[in-house]
């Protein structure tokens, strides 16, 4: 990512700048999804782009604006693919979940149901926290290191590692709780 905070507002000299890097991180996310999928970084880089508004983009403040806003389209565009792919397979019970590392990059074709409780978790995270579900939403759904994240909040690495910790283990929680017996 470059350095520079202003977005430029022509839409076609938006479009060359970004589109790379919008790319790389549809990439990145769609490298932690299994080899079956059939989604390919270039749609939802494009399908992205069309919820952002396409040719009509909106006056973005700076770069952290419109790639947290991209992050954010990304997460949406994957949840609903796993929504859809889940309401084929309802039925069966909640499996175990084990929280680690790997946990944060699930493989949404294998496990959508998954994919959604953890959508379900971060949501009721950023009601509590906002700023560190903003964190997962970038890492996980953005495709950005821990490093770039921190640079489009605005904050420190170590405190991005720190939110980061707190983040994981809030929706750990948050999926242990959902499939404990008598849970909703």
């Given at each position: 990512?470059?350095?520079?905070?202003i977005?430029?507002?022509?839409?076609?000299?938006?479009?060359?700048?970004?589109?790379?890097?919008?790319?790389?991180?549809?990439?990145?996310?769609?490298?932690?999804?299994?080899?079956?999928?059939?989604?390919?970084?270039?749609?939802?880089?494009?399908e992205?782009?069309?919820?952002?508004?396409?040719?009509k983009?909106?006056?973005?403040?700076?770069?952290?604006?419109?790639?947290?806003?991209?992050?954010?389209?990304?997460?949406?565009i994957?949840?609903?693919?796993?929504?859809?792919?889940?309401?084929?397979?309802r039925?069966?019970?909640?499996?175990?979940?084990?929280?680690?590392?790997?946990?944060?990059?699930?493989?949404?074709?294998?496990?959508?149901?998954?994919?959604?409780?953890?959508?379900e978790?971060?949501?009721?995270?950023?009601?509590r926290?906002p700023?560190?579900?903003?964190?997962?939403?970038?890492?996980?759904?953005?495709g950005?290191?821990?490093?770039?994240?921190a640079?489009?909040?605005?904050?420190?690495?170590?405190?991005?590692?720190?939110?980061?910790?707190?983040?994981?283990?809030?929706l750990?929680?948050?999926l242990?709780?959902?499939?404990?017996?008598?849970?909703?």
């Amino acid at each position: 990512m470059s350095d520079e905070s202003i977005l430029p507002s022509d839409p076609l000299k938006l479009t060359q700048e970004i589109y790379q890097e919008l790319r790389r991180l549809a990439a990145g996310r769609m490298a932690r999804e299994s080899s079956c999928v059939t989604l390919q970084p270039t749609a939802l880089v494009h399908e992205a782009w069309l919820r952002l508004g396409g040719e009509k983009q909106p006056d973005w403040e700076n770069r952290a604006h419109f790639f947290g806003a991209a992050a954010e389209a990304m997460r949406r565009i994957l949840i609903d693919r796993a929504r859809r792919r889940s309401a084929l397979r309802r039925g069966g019970g909640i499996p175990r979940v084990e929280f680690n590392e790997a946990f944060l990059a699930p493989d949404a074709d294998a496990d959508p149901d998954l994919l959604v409780r953890l959508d379900e978790a971060l949501a009721r995270l950023a009601t509590r926290q906002p700023r560190k579900a903003e964190l997962v939403k970038l890492r996980y759904f953005g495709g950005l290191t821990l490093e770039e994240a921190a640079r489009v909040l605005g904050i420190s690495e170590p405190t991005a590692k720190r939110w980061w910790s707190y983040a994981r283990a809030c929706l750990h929680a948050e999926l242990q709780s959902a499939r404990s017996p008598g849970a909703p």
